[in-house]
Structures are given as C-alpha cells and as structure tokens.
C-alpha cells in the first residue's frame, strides 16, 4: 500500500494482503493512533480502479500492549510466577501492585493517603453495620425506606455476615477496588468502573497479575458512573467517587446508589473553586458562593457537604457526615446516608450563610432556615432571621461579604474518629501511610465539634501589625474568660472558639498592651480596633483545656509532605510539568536544527545561482571576444591543447589567464 488520504496522519504499516490475521481479499493496516474503527477509501494501487472501500483496524499502542502485558501476565498466573511484561513498571501499595508504562492510567502516589483512610473507613463501617444488623436497627431503617418508596424493587434489608458491595466509580488502575478487596474482610463484591475502555482494559491486566481475591471479588464495568448508578439504585452498601477534579455531576446520582445508611466518599480536587478564587463557578457547581479568606479549606468541605445534603433531600435522604477532611491539595467526605421524609424538613437549619468583615477577620453565620417547637409537640419551619449582622462591622465600621449556603453541623462523628485511631493503630503495619493518618485523626480528634470555621492567628496580628502570640497562650486566654478553643485539621495556624469577637478582639488588645507596636497608620484598621480600650482583663496564664494533648504525648499533628512535588499529577495520557518541559526544550530544539538546515539550504542555493550567473557571463564575455577575432581565438586554443602558454595582450589579461588554470 502506498498511499492514504492524506487527512490521515499518524504513521502506519501495511500488512501482506496473504497476511494470516486477515483475508485474502482484505488489505489490513495497523495504524498505532486512537483506538478506533475507520471506514476509508482505498487508494492503493491495486483498490484504486475497483472502488472498494478498506476497513483500516486503528489501533492504540497503549491498548496493544495491554494485550500484550495481560496475556504475559495471564501466563505468569498460569505458571505459578508473576511475569512483569517488557516495559511496564510494577508499583506496589499495601498488598496489591498494579502495571504501569509511562501514563496510560492515572497513577498518583500521593493519594496512598486517600486510599489508606478510605480503607480504615470502609472496615469501621463494615464493623458498625454488622452491628447494627444484629441489634435489628438496620432492618428497621430499611423497612422505613421501603414504606416510604425510597428502596429500589426487590431490595432486601442486609442480613448478617453477607458482606458489603461497593461501586467505586472512577476506578483508573484499579489500585484501589483490589485493596479493596483484597485488604478487607466483609466485602463481597467491588464493582470497578471506568469511563475509559482503554483504562479499564488495564484495569483487567492488573487484576489478572493480582489475582486471588482481586481476581474473585473485582468486577470491571465500563461505562459512565452516573448511569451505573442509576441503574443500581439502593443497591451499593458504599459508592466511593474520587474524580479528576470536580464531583458535582456525581453527586445526584450517587446519593441514589447507596443503600439505606450506607456509607457514600467523595473527594474533590477542585480547590482553586471552592476556595474562592472562582467565585461563579463554585456557585454554578454546588450552588454556594466561597469566600477566599483563611477558612477557606473547612468552608470547602461544608460546601461539599451542603452540595450533597441538598441532591440527597431530592429523594427525602439526607446525610449524617462522620469525617471530613482537607488534605493536601484535595478534600475527602465520608457520609452515611439515610432516607427519612422527616429529616429532610430539617434540611434548611443544617445549612447557614457567612457575612464576613471586609476590614478585619471578624466573621459572623447565620442558619438558611430555623424551627420553632409550639406546644402538644408541633414543629414549624422558618426561614432564617435576620438581619444577622449590623450594617457595619462592630470593630473597624467596614461593610461584610456574604458567602455559602454551607454545611453549618458537625463535620465529624466524634465516636467514629476515636474508634478510627483506635483501629489504625491495631492495624499499623498494613498502612503504608499510618504515621499521616494518625497525625490528621489526632488533629480531628481535638476539634471543637460545633464551631463552624476557624480563623488564622497569624492573618489577626498581620492586621494589628504586632507579634503573634503562642497559640497555646491565645487559647489560654479564651479559656480563661470562660470559652473553648481549640485548633483545626486543616490549618496549623487556624483557631476554633465559640467566643464572640468582641472577646477575641479584647484579647489581643491586652496582648498588645503587653508587647507594643508601632503608632498604626490614621484610618486603618489596626488604628481603629486599637483605639478601643477592651472591657476583658485577658489572663494569659496557661491553662490545662488550651494544651493539646496530642502534643503533650509527643504525637504529631502536621507532618510534612515526604517528597518534592506531592500534589497532583497530570490526567493519564498526559505527560507531567518536567516531561512538558523536557518535550517543549526538546521540540524547541528540533525546530532551531531544522531552522539551521534550511538556511544552509538557502546559502547552498544563492552561491549556486552566483557561480551560475558568473558562469553565463564568462561565456558572453568570450562569445564577444571570437566575434571580434575568431582568428586569435583559434590559436589560443591551439597553444593551449600543446601546452603552450597563451598569447598574452596585456599584463592583466595574462594574470586573469593564469588565475583561471590554477584554479
């Protein structure tokens, strides 16, 4: 074959017409591109004139060395050995590996975190629900779900020893379902779905290497993970979504597929919208606008937990969270979800709006909705009152910004978090990421269970321009005026209190009566909050309920990253920031060499069209010269066929002669 549209450009080979893998009359060619059928027009020689048309197999070279890999991998199964195919990388987590060549699936190591909290979380709830199927308290609750029509025809309540079925939508490599199953007791059966036909073909290929347990309890599905959820309704004991970015379009679908107090996680990557440096978009995905201010990672998760609060109510559930983290770079939930047509009237007074000082760090919330208890028992439901706040800010008389509608209850369950340290510990030595496990659970565990958002100390004395004071002895005074506090997860400089900010305020004023600062700027805020003498006498002696505990027995709380870039990877197929750079000084310097060439090329051509110019003017010159005597002429190219010099006419005619025959 040896042409082809030339719309076609990627590179190719023809196989023999007589090849084996096709017939006779079929001209096959493997094309090393997307993997795809395509319907061409011959125009080889031989199906030019005949008009038939050939079916060109596209391909991928990702997908033909999956086969490669999966049949090598089969056959190292087979042979009692697991054979790592030529040019692929074995990556191992926990007690699964999976295949890697290059890209082709999206691999992240830092996300061994992820994975390794989703497991302690996956194997407390499976404890808790055999629990709660044996006290009877799981039927009861399905029974309810049935009654009010929420539960899928033919579900049937959990029964003892079972085993829980979970779907992990977007499942890549499959790292994480084989962990699943292989790591876990209690799980029946792991439902591996990918959008990617490719992926998931990889994602056999691994779960052929693996084996055992894997190869028995995952189950690979292509296919959109909105619509496997759909058409499994009430029927996963836990659906895990960890996308590439946003889960927003998840979401509806997924608080569907979750069977009566089954346990839904969601992670979002989607920082940069839910942190407030895109307002519009994160109103336009979760239906909340952010605020960009210290608080803006826990304001992200209450974001996302109002998001699925409010898809939940749609089909009268709602969400009972009982961890919520900001990690990293990404934020990960872990919500139980019930259905109750009672409850779901209640969803209004579980979220709340921010109205946020635009001069100081103050910040003031308010409930989106409120219930009144009359009496005989009766509720009534209200919308929010209001105005929550002044028109201006108590302390430096500037206006507020409004943000949410965000999840306004507890974030965590206290009972989970302590019986998740206690279960981390017993199983140490099979989390490869316990020591920051253990770190962010400790940090969970000392939170102030019912103060939304924190504030940064740091950001407070940047505006009063002083000194920061110890957290332990901030803390301290809020204490010691009566009130609690406590730190953050998701921020080692963030402060949690239910003191009003009139106390906060009074506090660094004693703090800075006691270390001084220089005369601020007139009008500025820090001149207008100082200018106020505070109505507390701060004590800042320590105090017992201000230290943590944590810290007293020496357990970290925030540990560092434990490599240089530990954050998030580039989409599989794609290459990372250094391999772009490597690309682009490499395509750059392609393009440079292949400038050079062409100017050689172009200098080539000019000195050839000069000597050829020079060449047609030496010959008019000597064409004039026998014109005018042909005689002379003659003899000179007689002399010159003996050897003989030429006659010479003039000095600079013979030196012109003698340079021409030594050149």
């Known amino acids: 074959m040896r042409r082809l549209d030339p719309a076609i450009r990627f590179p190719y080979r023809a196989l023999p017409s007589k090849s084996p893998r096709a017939p006779p009359e079929i001209h096959a060619v493997a094309v090393t ?19 038939h ?27 009692g050995n697991k054979g790592v195919p030529e040019g692929f990388t074995v990556r191992t987590e926990g007690q699964v590996s999976i295949l890697q060549s290059g890209n082709d699936v999206f691999f992240n190591p830092a996300q061994v975190i992820n994975r390794d909290m989703s497991m302690s979380v996956l194997k407390y709830f499976i404890a808790q629900r055999e629990k709660e199927i044996e006290s009877g308290e799981a039927r009861k609750r399905f029974s309810k779900a049935q009654n009010a029509g929420a539960a899928a025809p033919g579900a049937k309540p959990p029964r003892a020893g079972e085993g829980v079925r979970v779907l992990e939508g977007l499942a890549a490599s499959g790292l994480r379902a084989m962990r699943y199953a292989t790591e876990l ?60 970015g946003s889960p927003c379009k998840l979401l509806d679908s997924a608080v569907q597929a979750v069977s009566e107090g089954g346990l839904l996680l969601v992670t979002a990557t989607d920082m940069a919208v839910l942190c407030g440096n895109n307002g519009e978009a994160c109103y336009a995905k979760y239906a909340s606008y952010p605020l960009h201010k210290p608080y803006c990672h826990e304001m992200a998760l209450r974001i996302l937990l109002a998001s699925l609060e409010q898809h939940a109510a749609r089909y009268k559930r709602h969400i009972v969270p009982v961890l919520s983290l900001s990690i990293d770079f990404y934020i990960r939930v872990f919500v139980r979800v019930y259905t109750s047509a009672q409850e779901v009237k209640n969803t209004a007074t579980r979220l709340g709006y921010v109205w946020q ?31 929550a706040v002044p028109d201006k800010c108590p302390e430096t008389g500037s206006g507020f910004q409004m943000g949410g509608p965000f999840w306004a209850e507890p974030i965590h369950d206290p009972q989970w978090v302590a019986g998740l340290l206690q279960q981390i510990r017993r199983d140490k030595d099979r989390l490869p990421a316990y020591n920051k496990l253990h770190s962010i659970l400790t940090a969970v565990s000392e939170e102030l269970p019912d103060s939304p958002l924190y504030f940064n100390l740091h950001d407070m004395c940047k505006t009063l321009r002083s000194a920061s004071p110890k957290a332990e002895v901030f803390k301290s005074a809020l204490v010691n005026a009566g009130y609690r506090a406590s730190g953050s997860h998701a921020n080692p400089l963030g402060i949690k209190t239910d003191a009003p900010w009139s106390v906060v305020w009074d506090v660094m004023r004693c703090w800075i009566k006691e270390h001084p600062v220089k005369k601020p700027a007139a009008g500025s805020p820090a001149e207008v909050i100082l200018s ?39 989409r599989h197929g794609r290459a990372n920031k250094q391999q772009k750079r490597g690309g682009g000084a490499a395509a750059a310097a392609g393009e440079d060499a292949q400038g050079d060439q062409q100017t050689q090329q172009l200098q080539q051509l000019q ?23 042909p005689q002379q002429h003659q003899q000179q190219q ?22 021409g025959a030594e050149a």
């Not at 290497?209 to 496997?228: E, I, M, W, Y």
């Not at 002399?639 to 340079?659: F, I, N, R, S, T």
């Open 33 to 51: 591109s997307a993997a795809t059928i395509l319907a061409l027009r011959a125009s080889s020689r031989g199906l030019h004139n005949s008009g």
């Open 53 to 79: 048309w050939l079916r060109i197999l596209v391909t991928s070279s990702s997908t033909m060395a999956t086969d490669a890999a999966a049949a090598a991998a089969a056959a190292g199964e087979a042979g």
């Open 185 to 244: 007791e209690g799980v029946r059966e792991v439902v591996a779905n990918d959008l990617d036909p490719t992926v998931v073909e990889s994602m056999k290929r691994n779960i052929a290497f693996n084996g055992g347990a894997a190869a028995q309890k995952v189950k690979p599905s292509v296919g959109d993970a909105r619509l496997v959820c759909l058409q499994n309704a009430f029927s996963f004991d836990a659906v895990d979504l960890d996308p590439y």
């Open 357 to 387: 000082s635009t001069g100081c760090d103050s910040f003031y919330w308010q409930r989106v909705g409120r219930k009144l208890l009359k009496g005989g028992g009766s509720v009534k439901y209200m919308p929010g009152a209001g105005p």
């Open 532 to 570: 106020k003498e505070p109505e507390l006498k701060a004590d800042f002696s320590r105090a017992q309920q201000a230290m943590s505990k944590a810290r007293q027995k020496g357990v970290p709380r925030y540990l560092p990253n434990p490599e240089a870039n530990w954050g998030p990877k580039a």
């Open 607 to 629: 000195a050839e069209q000069q000597q050829q110019q020079s060449q047609e003017s030496a010959e008019q010159q000597q064409a004039a010269a026998v014109a005018e005597s």
């Open 638 to 659: 007689v002399e010159a066929a003996d050897g003989a010099e030429p006659m010479q006419q003039d000095g600079g005619a013979a030196e012109e002669g003698k340079g």
